[in-house]
Structures are given as C-alpha cells and as structure tokens.
C-alpha cells in the first residue's frame, strides 16, 4: 500500500533519514515510534511529498508519492499550518474544496466532539484547540492512509479520549493508520504494529501481539530496550 | 484550478482592500474638489489617485512574488503541498492570478479615470476648462502622443513579455532560495540577489540578439525571446518544485 525503499534525507551535515525500509498495509494500525528528532516527522512527510528524499523513495500501490497519492493520503503535521485569515469553518471549506474525500457532515460532528465552534478563527485558537482542529479536518477525510504525527500532543485526557476515538472510527479493512506519539502506553492500546525509529534508521518493527507471545514484552518495555541504556545494539534494522 | 484560484485571489484581497479604501479617499476629495470648487481638494485628489493607480498596480505585481515567498517558507506552505494539486498547477494559478489581478487594477483604475474625466467635464463646464483647471492646480505637463495600432500591440506584447519574465525570474529566485535555505532567515534576500542575477543574465542573452534590420522585427525578437525565457524560468521553477523543494 505505502512503502518506502531505503529512503534518506540529509539537512546540510545531518542525516535525518538514513536508508529506511518498510511497508505499511491496509487493516492496520501502526504506531511510529522514536524519542524527539529520530527522523519520524521527515519519514512522514517524506510520505506525502513534503520533504523531497536525496536516496530511495516513498511508493504508493507502487508508484512514487505524488499528487495523486494525496487523494488518497491525509497526513495531519504536528505544526499549525491554516492561513492566519481562516476560520475553523473556513478550514472545512478549503478540505471540501481539495479533497473530494471530505465529509462535510463528519467535520462538523468532529468539531461538536472537540468542543470547537464554526465561528472561532485559527489565529486564535490555543495549541490545543488547534491540535483538535487539525485531527477533526484530517480525520473528517475518507482517506486510505491517515498519517498522524503527534496527534495527542498538548491534548487534555478527556479531549484525549474523543481523539482516539475518532481515529478508531476510521480504521477499517482498506485502511491504514500511521500515529506517531511520545505517548507509548496510550499507543500501546489500540496499535497493531509498532515501527521503532532510532536516529535516523529503523530500529525494528514488531507486531504487538507477537512481541507479546514470543518475547513477553509490551511496547513500552521494548520502547525502553531501544531507546533506554543497553539499546545499542538496535542502532540499524535489517530492511523490513 | 479554479478552487486553487479562489485561494490565491484571497491572500492578495487585504492589500487590495486597503487600496480601495485610499482609492475611495482620494475620489472623495476629487468630486468634492469638483462639486465644491475645491481647488486643494481636486488637486490631492488627483494626485493621490495617480499614486493609487502607480503605486498600486506595481504592489499588485510584485506581492504576487511576496506571498510566494511566504508560501514557501512559512508552514503554511502545507496548505498548498498536501492539496492533490501538482507544482505545475500551482505555481501556474500564481501567474494567472498575479495578471488577472493587475489587469483587473488597471481597468479599474482606467475606468476611474474615464468616469472622473466626464464628471469634471459634465460639471466643470467642458473638457477644455476642465484640462484647464486641473493643469491650474497640479502644474502639470503637456503631453503629445501620437501611435498606431502596431506601436500599440508592440508596446502590449513587450510589456506582457517583460512582465512574465519578470514574474518567472522572480518565482525561480524564491523557489532556488528556498530549496538550498530551506526556510531560514536570509532567505528573502537571496531571493533578492538571485533575482538580480538571474535578470543580468536574461539581459546579457538577450543582448546577443542579432540585429534584423528594422524596428519591428527587433522589437519582435526581443518579445519573442521574454516569452522564451518566461517558459524556461516557469519550468525550471516547476521541475525543481516537483523534484527538489522540501517545505
């Protein structure tokens, strides 16, 4: 579905992204996990053709990511990024006008939800606010792929709860979720696989119920073999 | 195309607002100077209007550049980059918009212009007295302008060539600055030195242009070579965008 083949990216002397591998398929929910500044939002929007790869490529049903991708590809950037001049109903307008896959109807039930009004301008909206704004127009798409990076950031627990949810609600056989957190407990509960990012490589992917079985471990204790002392030994994954 | 259009025509619409506003000022003091005898009021009238007009109609082409450079180096560039909508077409809606708007501005103004002309007449009492006053109160020149309708498409197309190239060289400058800077701060200023490079090195090709033996042909030459090169800034913009250019 969404697969990317040894894909790298450099910023000056620094190598954000180096040679990952791996592949995203439909029916299931991915957590994409790696503490601050190991490649998760390159890798992200690299998938959508924010970020241009210098090696490799990021491949969608086996073409490379392009504008035709999008249609089928909602990414939701952990920055704020609507047009200073934009209400929240402005929001909705330009995704309907954009993306024949948004759902008016669904946008506004989202923002009921998220507690957020049509009235109310971006400029003005606290970081919270503005994360519920950016799920509710991401998640108000019926796309196929729903790349989510950081979506619970400087969210409250209850507004937490409506997120998830909604995320949840979107997870259908011919869709896949991508979700990148710091928040590895809440993750752990609803992901089918999770994708460990260690500076700049790919560290592993485990099916969580498998790490389970097989090695007795739950996410965060593998998230805390990786990333804690004695994790050096996860600095490259094979190609996955 | 056309929604990218609607969105474009929005981010200019608080400029062209405020020019409407002093544009609405100076015509009020214009009639008021002509209903009222107003010899103070016609004169910064008039002159306000011509600034608007100028002044305008020059902001107009260049804040097209201007909000490239923000769509480039700001996040909200995201708004652009993630709509299933190619570089081609995007940058492509910006030139259109960007001409629409200042011929939209020029007929506005010109409209203007005629209308005010025939009011003064109507209340002044004749085109003659009316010329009069205003060259009474402004001290203004004397023009004498004789053209055909070849100098006429001459001058359009040298002007419509020279401004594309000029939007183009301005895009590939933003566009050149913003794919090795990646957003920092001096990023505007490249821009800007790019911009001078590039536009020395548009003059110096078309410097090398042999002369054809006539007015028309080497005017003809030197459109014909603006156009060339606005396709050449328009897709190395383009392909860079498409292949080089991380937001």
Not at chain 1, 31 to 44: D, E, I, Q, V, Y
């Amino acid at each position: 579905m969404l697969e990317c083949k040894k894909i790298t990216k450099r910023y000056g002397r620094k190598t954000a992204v180096d040679q990952v591998s791996f592949a995203i398929e439909p029916g299931r929910i991915y957590a994409m996990l790696g503490p601050n500044g190991s490649g998760k939002t390159t890798l992200m929007k690299m998938a959508v053709g924010l970020v241009k790869p210098d090696a490799g490529n990021f491949f969608y049903n086996g073409s490379p990511v392009d504008k035709n991708s999008r249609r089928e590809v909602a990414y939701m950037s952990t920055e704020p990024y609507f047009y200073s001049w934009m209400t929240v109903k402005d929001v909705g307008r330009y995704y309907a006008d954009f993306f024949e896959d948004f759902s008016e109807k669904r946008y506004q039930e989202l923002l009921e939800r998220m507690e957020l009004t049509s009235d109310m301008r971006t400029k003005t909206l606290s970081s919270g606010m503005m994360a519920k704004l950016k799920i509710a127009v991401t998640m108000a798409r019926s796309a196929k792929v729903y790349l989510l990076d950081e979506p619970l950031n400087g969210i409250d627990l209850l507004a937490r709860d409506e997120i998830i949810a909604s995320m949840m609600e979107a997870a259908a056989p011919d869709v896949a979720l991508v979700i990148s957190s710091h928040l590895v407990d809440e993750l752990e509960k609803i992901v089918d696989t999770a994708i460990f990012i260690k500076q700049s490589h790919l560290a592993g992917v485990w099916e969580v119920k498998e790490l389970q079985e097989t090695q007795g471990k739950s996410v965060t204790d593998k998230y805390r073999e990786i990333y804690g002392h004695g994790g050096e030994g996860y600095e490259k994954a094979d190609e996955i | 195309m056309r929604k990218l259009m609607k969105y474009e025509l929005r981010k200019t619409l608080f400029s062209k607002l405020i020019l409407l506003a002093v544009t609405a000022v100076a015509e009020a003091a214009f009639l008021a100077g002509v209903f009222l005898k107003w010899d103070n009021g016609l004169g910064a009238g008039i002159s306000v209007l011509m600034l608007c007009a100028m002044i305008g109609i020059f902001y107009i082409g260049i804040e097209s550049l201007l909000v490239f450079h923000r769509d480039l180096n700001t996040k909200q560039s995201y708004m652009l980059f993630l709509t299933p909508k190619s570089s081609w077409q995007i940058l492509g809606t910006k030139v259109l918009e960007n001409g629409i708007s200042i011929f939209i501005t020029g007929l506005f103004f010109a409209a203007l212009a005629a209308i005010d002309v025939s009011v003064a007449v109507l209340y002044i009492g004749g085109l003659q007295e009316f010329l009069d006053t205003v060259r009474r109160v402004t001290s203004m020149f004397r023009f004498e302008i004789s053209v055909s309708s070849g100098d006429i498409l001459i001058v359009f197309f040298s002007i419509l060539s020279s401004w594309l190239m000029t939007i183009t060289t301005g895009y590939l400058a933003i566009v050149l600055a913003a794919t090795v800077l990646a957003g920092k701060r001096f990023s505007g200023l490249a821009s800007f030195g790019l911009y001078l490079l590039i536009t020395f090195g548009e003059s110096e090709l078309i410097g090398y242009l042999p002369d054809l033996g006539s007015l028309l042909a080497n005017s003809g030459a030197v459109i014909a070579a603006g156009f060339a090169l606005t396709g050449l800034m328009y897709g190395l913009s383009c392909w860079i965008m498409e292949r080089k250019l991380s937001v």
